[in-house]
C-alpha cells in the first residue's frame, strides 16, 4: 500500500505523539509498505530524507523550539504542507493518507480529499481534541471547533490510543472512534545492567507535575540520583525549586538518538502527571526494563497497567512514601522491571501496524 503520513511534528521535533507517528511509520514501512511523510522543518534538518524505510518530506515552518510549538507557529505551516502533500499524491497517487492531529494535520488531510478524493485515516493524540490541555488550547478549540468536526465526520476511520481519549471525543462528537494503541520499539536484551537512578523525561510544563516530585524527594534518605531530561517555560522555576540535593540534575533537552541509553541507565523512572492521553515516555521507560511510578490518571493507567506504583496525581507526600519504599527495597525494584518488560510487549510495534494495516484495509474499502 502507498501511505501519505501527515503530522504536524515529527522526530527530532515534538513529543509523544511525534515519537508514535514514526514508530509506526518505520514499522509499516518494514513490512513492505511505501510511507511518505509530510511534516515540519526546522533549522539544521534536512528537507529531504529517507530514515529506516520512511521518505520524510520537510516544509517550511515557523517555529522557536522543536519540543514546544504555538498555536500561531503551527499555522506556518499548513500551506507549505498542503502544497508538499499535493505535489507528492500527484506524483505518486496514494491509496490512503493517515493523519497524526486532527488539528493542524487534519486540515491538510481533509483538503486533500476534497481536492482528490484521497481518504484519510485520522489519529488523535489529546492536544487536538477539546477538553484535554483546556489551560493552553481552549480559545483554540472554540477557534477550530467547526472545522475539528467536519474534519472528524469527513475521515474514513477515527482512531485514539486510550480509552480515555476515546470518552473526551464522544463527549464532543457523537462518532465510532477504533482504539488502536501507540506502538513502541523494543529494546536489545544483554544490555548492560542499569545504576541507581530515578530519570524523568518529560516537556517541562505545569501538567507533568515535575514540581511535586521535587517535593518528593525532599527529605529522602538515599544515595540515588536523580535525573531530569527535557526543557519548557517551568524549567527555570524547577531548578530554583529542587532540594538541596546534589544529585538532581536537569539535562535539558536530550536528542531522540541518546533517549534510549538514558532510559537503560535508570532502574526506577517517574512520571508525575496530572494530565495524560497515552505517554509513551511510560512507555519507552517500561519497554527498557525500568521500574515505572506514576499517577493514577486515566491515560497513564491504560499504559502501565499493573506493572506500576500509582500514587494520586498532585500528592507530593504520596509520591515520597512511594518512592521511600522502592529505594529500600530491591526485590520489588526487580520485580517491576520485570512487570514493565512484559506489559511493554503487548504493545510491540509489529503487533500494532498489523492493526492499522487491518483498518487501512477496511478505510480504503469503504
Not at 264 to 290: D, I, K
Request: aromatic share 8%; proline share 6%.
Amino acid at each position: 500500500m502507498r501511505l501519505l503520513t501527515l503530522c504536524c511534528e515529527y522526530p527530532p521535533i515534538g513529543g509523544g505523539g511525534a515519537t508514535a507517528c514514526e514508530v509506526l511509520a518505520e514499522a509499516l514501512a518494514s513490512r513492505g509498505h511505501e510511507v511518505d511523510v509530510v511534516t515540519s522543518g526546522d533549522r539544521g534538518l534536512l528537507w529531504r530524507e529517507e530514515r529506516r524505510g520512511v521518505r520524510i518530506h520537510r516544509a517550511t515552518c515557523l517555529r522557536r523550539s522543536r519540543h514546544y510549538s504555538t498555536a500561531p507557529e503551527l499555522a506556518t505551516w499548513l500551506a507549505p504542507a498542503y502544497q508538499t502533500a499535493l505535489r507528492l499524491h500527484r506524483a505518486h497517487r496514494y491509496d490512503l493518507a493517515h493523519c497524526h492531529f486532527v488539528v493542524p494535520s487534519g486540515i491538510i488531510a481533509w483538503l486533500l480529499a476534497r481536492r482528490t478524493g484521497l481518504p484519510y485515516v485520522l489519529t488523535a493524540h489529546g492536544s487536538d481534541v477539546p477538553g484535554f490541555n483546556p489551560e493552553r488550547f481552549n480559545y483554540l478549540h472554540h477557534l477550530v471547533r467547526p472545522f475539528w468536526t467536519r474534519i472528524i465526520r469527513s475521515a474514513a476511520c477515527l482512531t485514539a490510543p486510550s480509552n480515555y481519549l476515546e470518552g473526551l471525543i464522544r463527549e464532543q462528537i457523537d462518532v465510532r472512534v477504533e482504539i488502536l494503541r501507540n506502538p513502541c520499539r523494543p529494546f536489545p536484551s544483554g544490555m548492560k545492567e542499569p545504576g541507581e537512578r530515578i530519570l524523568v523525561v518529560a516537556r517541562l510544563v505545569e501538567r507533568k507535575g515535575i514540581q511535586h516530585l521535587l517535593t518528593a524527594l525532599s527529605g529522602l534518605d538515599t544515595h540515588w540520583e536523580c535525573w531530569i531530561a527535557g526543557d519548557g517555560p517551568c524549567r527555570s522555576a524547577l531548578e530554583k525549586a529542587a532540594p538541596g540535593w546534589p544529585r538532581v540534575r536537569f539535562l535539558g533537552m536530550v536528542p531522540r538518538e541518546e533517549l534510549r541509553a538514558l532510559y537503560r541507565s535508570a532502574r526506577v523512572f517517574v512520571l508525575p502527571s496530572l494530565q495524560e492521553n497515552f505517554p509513551m515516555v511510560l512507555l519507552e521507560a517500561m519497554a527498557a526494563g525500568c521500574a515505572i511510578v506514576t499517577t493514577s490518571i486515566p491515560g497513564s493507567v491504560e499504559v502501565v497497567g499493573d506493572a506500576s506504583l500509582l500514587v494520586e496525581p498532585g500528592d507530593g507526600e504520596a509520591l515520597h512514601r512511594a518512592l521511600a519504599n522502592l529505594l529500600a527495597n530491591d526485590a520489588l525494584v526487580d520485580d517491576l522491571r520485570r512487570r514493565s518488560r512484559a506489559r511493554a510487549a503487548l504493545f510491540d510495534a509489529a503487533h500494532i501496524a498489523t492493526q492499522f494495516e487491518a483498518l487501512f484495509d477496511r478505510a480504503q474499502a469503504g
